[in-house]
């Protein structure tokens, strides 16, 4: 099974800040991979697919990059309903794997 | 619009079985498969599989080929997931999703399951 490796797990920002959030794949997953954003007690929500594709609706603050089997999520301009957990999920290869999640919260 | 929307929660007892639903609205079901994804409290997402909805074939993670059995009932849009001699492991919430491109579009709500004597 491919694993994903996703950092940190948690971290703790500021309204207005910039934040990065990382999944390293354990081979090549050929861009592959998708972002989710859970808060408390709901289900999580895709933001990107295929390591970069804004899913509709949502915010533009919310970006994705890769560089080889390191994939990035990037949130600009922290607003307070960013505050969730994200996942990043690979769909190369059965089974789909999901990273351990990142925490984020705001200061 | 598209939902899904899954049964209620669960309180069962060691051995039990139960069975869970996940009602699709807003879309042609046997459009999409279906997943199932199992999250234990406070921890993160585990894949458990996923249902053909044309072929009604499910396929299963190998942490969920004992015990755990997707099925379909294609005339009521609705996706199940049976658990069968329930362990205390097996407590947490349960989660469908459509499936599109690889990637979970839309989610069901989830139905938290607890397992204790």
């Known amino acids: 099974d491919i694993q994903m490796t996703q950092s940190p797990a948690s971290l703790s920002a500021s309204l207005g800040e910039t934040v990065t959030i990382e999944c390293l794949a354990s081979?090549?997953?050929?861009?592959?991979l998708a972002w989710y954003q859970q808060k408390p007690g709901k289900s999580p929500q895709l933001l990107i697919y295929?390591?970069?594709s804004l899913q509709d609706g949502v915010p533009s603050r919310f970006s994705g990059s890769e560089s080889g089997t390191q994939y990035s999520l990037e949130i600009n301009s922290l607003q307070s309903e960013d505050a969730a957990t994200y996942f990043c999920q690979q769909h190369h290869d059965y089974p789909y794997t999901f990273g351990a999640g990142t925490k984020l919260e705001l200061k | 619009q598209i939902q899904l929307v899954q049964s209620g929660p669960e309180l069962k007892k060691p051995g039990e079985s139960l069975k869970i639903s996940c009602k699709a609205s807003?879309?042609?079901?046997?459009?999409?498969?279906m997943q199932w994804v199992k999250q234990a409290p406070g921890k993160g997402l585990q894949y458990m599989g996923w249902i053909n909805t044309q072929t009604g074939k499910p396929t299963y993670a190998d942490d969920f080929k004992e015990r755990f059995v997707f099925s379909l009932e294609t005339s009521a849009s609705t996706a199940y997931l049976q658990i069968n001699n329930l362990k205390n492991e097996d407590t947490a919430t349960y989660f469908c999703?459509?499936?599109?491109?690889?990637?979970?579009?839309?989610w069901g709500q989830g139905v938290m399951v607890t397992v204790s004597s």
């Open positions: 295929d390591a970069s």
């Open positions: 081979e090549d997953i050929y861009s592959n």
């Open positions: 999703a459509r499936l599109e491109f690889g990637v979970f579009d839309y």
């Open positions: 807003g879309y042609t079901f046997t459009d999409y498969a």
